[in-house]
């Protein structure tokens, strides 16, 4: 095991009893079950025999929150770091499941010409080059112990697609990163390698609220 790893830790439950996106939208923090969720993660983080030097966040609420736990566990402070915050989307507002989603009207599949880019929102690659660009950045400038990044479904899951060699458009139905999970990285030499996925909140994720993410 390398002596420095790089963990992408997605934030716990929202509240969002009107199933909306939320993308950027102010206001969303996290659910009573949200903060025991991030609690798990730094749980788990301080629970290793990892030595954790630095500790970034998104700057939006919900991932600041679920810093927290893991900045008192491991006694660090909370860095904000922008390039990890979720990216735009043109149904942020919106309700996002069930009969009355956005996605399902009529009126709104204009916005759709596109799901390779994709069209509603900001692309993947500029997503991918702005999330590697953090990661190469705290990297860099870390010299000994492992980073730790709060971030969001989205940011994280295209980090796993780019460095897997994958190709960027997927259903985002199908990510692999769930409430409080830790995706774990680490570079050799230029190239990225993704080593480790926990998800501690793992008992806590039956009947999660998880409807919100771009």
Not at 1 to 7: E, I, P, S, V, Y
Not at 52 to 75: D, T, Y
Request: hydrophobic share 40%.
């Amino acid at each position: 095991m390398t002596d420095k790893l790089l963990h992408l830790v997605r934030h716990g439950e929202v509240h969002n009893p009107d199933r909306v996106l939320y993308g950027r939208l102010p206001g969303f923090r996290l659910s009573e079950r949200g903060h025991r969720m991030a609690e798990a993660a730094a749980l788990e983080l301080a629970g290793s025999d990892r030595i954790v030097a630095r500790l970034l966040a998104s700057p939006l609420e919900r991932a600041q929150q679920s810093a927290r736990p893991i900045a008192s566990a491991l006694g660090l402070e909370i860095g904000t770091e922008e390039r990890i915050i979720e990216p735009t989307n043109a149904f942020e507002g919106m309700v996002n499941s069930g009969p009355d989603a956005a996605f399902s009207k009529p009126r709104n599949w204009y916005r759709f010409w596109n799901p390779f880019r994709p069209s509603w929102g900001e692309p993947y690659r500029q997503i991918a080059d702005r999330v590697r660009e953090a990661m190469d950045d705290a990297w860099d400038s870390t010299r000994d112990g492992d980073i730790v990044m709060v971030a969001h479904q989205s940011p994280i899951w295209i980090a796993h697609l780019d460095v897997t060699g994958s190709r960027l458009f997927h259903n985002p139905a199908k990510r692999r990163c769930e409430l409080s999970s830790i995706t774990s990285f680490e570079r050799r030499g230029e190239r990225w390698f993704e080593v480790d996925y926990r998800t501690p909140a793992h008992d806590l994720l039956d009947n999660a609220v998880d409807v919100g993410a771009v």
